[in-house]
């Protein structure tokens, strides 16, 4: 079965720094998505990566799947108290993409 | 988490109890799942949906059913409620096809005392 691995667990930071969250899979990743959650809240879709080598932004966040598709990192740019969260990679199922397999989450705390 | 509605948000169960968790959605979506996500971990499969009338086993299925007689409801029953079923719930949803957006309702928290 696969499994998702991100790195590191917990991250905490200064507002305006950069920072970066990887999650590496067991498998080849036909598939990888990215979530942000608040605690007690659901799961906020941030992007989708499916080629080699893809990367996606949207705001200040940039995500990319590397060229052997084994690995995601998720970039933010001038991090911002907003982004305070819990970040997750979800690997899609070969057959059925919401047949996700997440990895346990990577904690981000941002300092005013 | 537009259009995916889970109900209720909490509640409080006690050992041996049964109990459907709702799940609703109006996108004319044809996959659907259930996944649990414990303290402090991903979220794993419970069930999955492809179709009305479909329905299998994901990564963690015992102690639960499902069943799919419409497109837009995928309910969840917890058959003799146990503490190890002290989890958040989530429902979500996906159009057919490769490449789409997951929707994700915003929770179920069920506690098992």
């Known amino acids: 079965s696969q499994e998702l691995e991100q790195s590191p667990q917990s991250l905490i930071v200064q507002e305006g720094k950069n920072l970066t969250i990887n999650c590496t899979s067991s498998?080849?990743?036909?598939?990888l998505y990215w979530y942000k959650q608040k605690y007690g809240e659901g799961l906020i879709f941030l992007m989708m990566?499916?080629?080699?080598?893809e990367e996606k932004s949207h705001e200040k966040i940039t995500a990319k799947l590397d060229e052997k598709k084994q690995q995601s990192s998720l970039h933010i740019t001038a991090s911002q108290p907003s982004h305070a969260g819990i970040y997750l990679c979800?690997?899609?199922?070969?057959?059925?993409?919401?047949?996700?397999?997440f990895g346990q989450g990577t904690i981000l705390t941002v300092h005013p | 988490n537009a259009g995916v509605t889970q109900t209720p948000k909490f509640r409080i169960l006690k050992i041996g109890q049964s109990m459907t968790l709702q799940c609703t959605q109006d996108?004319?979506?044809?996959?659907m799942y259930w996944y649990r996500q414990d303290p402090g971990m991903g979220l794993k499969l419970i069930y999955y949906?492809?179709?009305?009338?479909?329905?299998d086993k994901g990564e963690v299925p015992n102690g639960y059913n499902v069943s799919r007689s419409t497109t837009e409801d995928f309910p969840l029953r917890l058959e003799l409620a146990a503490p190890s079923q002290t989890s958040v719930y989530f429902c979500?949803?996906?159009?057919?096809?490769?490449?789409?957006?997951?929707?994700f309702g915003e929770g179920s928290w069920l506690t098992v005392v």
């Open positions: 979800g690997a899609a199922g070969g057959t059925s993409y919401g047949k996700l397999t």
């Open positions: 498998k080849t990743l036909y598939g």
């Open positions: 990566l499916q080629k080699g080598g």
């Open positions: 996108m004319n979506h044809n996959y």
């Open positions: 949906s492809v179709g009305a009338g479909i329905t």
């Open positions: 979500a949803t996906e159009t057919t096809g490769r490449g789409n957006t997951i929707y």
